[in-house]
């Protein structure tokens, strides 16, 4: 039984052709990744196929190494059509750049930094508009929408493999303000992903920006994406801002401040007006503040994330560790530890 990493060819929805890691054996291929974790319900990082159930199913297997026709799924019944690849091809694109950003920048492996394979489960449910992660499995699902396109960007797949790495971690409560910093945790995750996957997925670096800054734009049928980091309130319903009222919103919501000041950490401020923050959070606006750019922003969120914060860190809580991650990475003081303190500032914690 002779096992053998080959690289396919993967015709992916969202970013074209794809080189995508498979494993032969027995004559077929596989849509297993042995390079990458190990153990787990499959001794490797694999897709497979929930086929509208909701239960992981069987790996992808293939008689060539090509896969997928870049095309949108359409459900046919439980029928297991060539079309069906494509979200598979999406999903394992979106894992390997989620595994090697946060291997080749911390040298961690996989959700739980000690390489424990994970998988991604693609057609769950029918016409399912969102996509989710298990700790029970350790794994991922993935829908094919329905008012969205098949929910396999890469944003998406690093947001909920980012709730792996938070849930072996910091393991953050999903609910109230350590809730919102569990979702921006996965939020963070998933644009980080992007920007070092479009830069080419290699390197211990992640480039200065390069990513678009909002969530889901490419699975979304009307252009308009679920979350903005720049802005979050331009969904309508999340505060660009903390109040003390954070705590009672959805976790989706609440993650928007912090998603802000991520934003404003990594890529500075400028362009406020005070009167929206007078009238909607009766705070002052953001003061103007340069950015210490994606790889040192990342660097300080990941150790703080990781190391420092407990399931229930709170916003504020959470602006005394990432000071603190930044005075231990760049020093006391430091350009970037300042840079945090102003972040905080311009959503109203701290100082
Ligand atoms: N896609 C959502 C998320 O990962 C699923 C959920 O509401 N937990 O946040
Ligand atoms: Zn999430």
């Given at each position: 039984n002779m096992l053998q990493t080959v690289i396919g060819v993967g015709k992916s929805q969202y970013n074209g052709e794809v080189p995508i890691n498979t494993t032969f054996a027995d004559g077929k291929y596989k849509m297993i990744d042995d390079s990458r974790g190990t153990g787990g319900m499959f001794g490797a990082m694999a897709i497979t196929n929930a086929n509208?159930?909701?239960?992981?199913?069987?790996?992808?297997?293939?008689?060539?190494?090509?896969?997928?026709?870049?095309?949108?799924?359409?459900?046919?019944?439980?029928?297991?059509?060539?079309?069906?690849?494509?979200?598979?091809?999406?999903?394992?694109?979106?894992?390997?750049?989620?595994?090697?950003?946060?291997?080749?920048?911390?040298?961690?492996?996989?959700?739980?930094?000690?390489?424990?394979?994970?998988?991604?489960?693609?057609?769950?449910?029918?016409?399912?508009?969102?996509?989710?992660?298990?700790?029970?499995?350790?794994?991922?699902?993935?829908?094919?929408?329905?008012?969205?396109?098949?929910?396999?960007?890469?944003?998406?797949?690093?947001?909920?493999?980012?709730?792996?790495?938070?849930?072996?971690?910091?393991?953050?409560?999903?609910?109230?303000?350590?809730?919102?910093?569990?979702?921006?945790?996965?939020?963070?995750?998933?644009?980080?992903?992007?920007?070092?996957?479009?830069?080419?997925?290699?390197?211990?670096?992640?480039?200065?920006?390069?990513?678009?800054?909002?969530?889901?734009?490419?699975i979304s049928k009307t252009g308009t994406p679920l979350r903005w980091m720049t802005k979050p309130s331009k969904d309508g319903s999340s505060p660009d801002a903390w109040s003390s009222s954070l705590r009672r919103i959805d976790v989706h919501y609440s993650s928007g401040p912090n998603n802000r000041m991520f934003y404003f950490l990594s890529q500075g401020s400028s362009e406020d007006k005070a009167s929206d923050y007078y009238s909607k959070y009766l705070v002052k606006a953001p003061a103007a503040m340069s950015g210490i750019g994606l790889d040192k922003a990342y660097r300080i969120w990941f150790r703080a994330n990781t190391t420092k914060f407990t399931s229930s860190t709170n916003y504020a809580d959470a602006r005394t560790k990432m000071i603190e991650a930044a005075e231990e990475l760049y020093g006391k003081p430091s350009r970037e530890a300042t840079a945090v303190m102003r972040a905080y500032a311009a959503i109203n914690v701290g100082a």
């Open positions: 509208h159930g909701t239960t992981a199913g069987k790996v992808y297997v293939n008689d060539t190494n090509t896969w997928g026709d870049g095309k949108n799924y359409i459900p046919k019944g439980s029928t297991l059509d060539a079309n069906g690849q494509t979200a598979a091809v999406n999903a394992m694109w979106g894992l390997m750049n989620t595994y090697d950003t946060l291997k080749n920048i911390f040298g961690w492996q996989s959700l739980d930094g000690h390489n424990t394979a994970t998988y991604i489960a693609a057609h769950v449910n029918t016409a399912y508009d969102n996509a989710y992660y298990s700790d029970t499995c350790r794994c991922m699902f993935i829908g094919d929408g329905s008012s969205f396109y098949s929910l396999g960007s890469i944003d998406v797949i690093g947001h909920e493999m980012g709730h792996g790495v938070t849930a072996a971690t910091s393991n953050l409560t999903y609910s109230g303000e350590s809730g919102g910093l569990n979702e921006s945790a996965s939020d963070i995750n998933g644009e980080v992903v992007e920007a070092y996957a479009r830069a080419g997925g290699k390197g211990e670096t992640i480039p200065a920006t390069g990513n678009d800054w909002v969530l889901g734009k490419e």
